[in-house]
């Protein structure tokens, strides 16, 4: 079992900054492809990014590329998103996952394990 605990989320103006965190416990960190997820009200879940276990590669979304960054620390078992330049229609809940794979993959049911998500909203 992996247990995984987000926090950073909250309310930003449009234009502004959130560093979204996501402490994993559990297991060997290291074994696991971390992502992140989103899902807006009324919408299904969708894939924001992902990294690999060990050698750090990312891959983004189409609409986060260049405005969010994903990264881990594996000494302290967390995998961070770091946001910029939010917009309105960023607002969701962000979920981190867990995915014990060699190759990254962006299909949440996939992953075999996931945080309880965090808020994020962006007012324009």
């Known amino acids: 079992q992996v247990q995984l605990v987000e926090s950073g989320g909250g309310l930003v103006q449009a234009g502004g900054s959130l560093r979204l965190s996501c402490v994993a416990s559990g297991r060997t960190f290291s074994n696991y492809v971390m992502g992140w997820f989103r899902q807006a009200p009324g919408k299904e879940r969708e894939f924001v990014a992902a990294?690999?276990?060990?050698?750090?590669?990312?891959y983004y979304a189409d609409s986060v590329k260049g405005r969010f960054t994903i990264s881990r620390d594996n000494a302290k078992n967390t995998v961070y998103l770091q946001m910029s330049s939010l917009k309105p229609e960023d607002t969701a809940v962000y979920y981190c996952a867990a995915d014990l794979a060699i190759v990254v993959r962006t299909t949440g049911t996939e992953y075999d394990y996931w945080g309880q998500g965090t808020q994020v909203t962006v007012s324009s």
């Open positions: 990294i690999t276990r060990s050698d750090g590669r990312t």
